[in-house]
């Protein structure tokens, strides 16, 4: 593979910390705050946006989501036991929800008028 990094093994820590071990959440939370920190120069519009790293879990299983990922996919991506877990994850946004309505058809089916069974009449006559 090109470009990776031969100290990389799957063993590794996904975001490890100067001793290479993994970070705790308050550290991977400050190290955060200090990006959206260090981006508000180029990108202003972030000082009004909670960024979180349950945001960025959210928007990139909503990426993978709008890209044709499958929810079983997302959920084995997110570690969660079962599909259901990730639902909450992977809400349809309003553009992918126009477009599952575009592929809906109009039932073949001629509407009529309910016409009620004479024995259902005199079942209810007869109370």
Known sequence: MVGRNPQLTEQSPLLPTRQGKAMNR???????????????????????????????RHSTAMAMLQSGVGPSE??????????????????????MKQRALARLKPPDVKPARYQRPETLLRFLQSL
């Open 26 to 56: 308050a550290t991977v939370c400050q190290r955060l705050k200090l990006a959206v920190k260090a981006a508000l120069g180029h990108h202003p519009e972030l000082v009004d946006v909670q960024v979180s790293p349950h945001r960025i």
């Open 74 to 95: 997302i959920a084995l991506w997110l570690g969660h036991e079962s599909p259901s877990t990730t639902h909450m994850y992977v809400e349809a946004d309003l553009e």
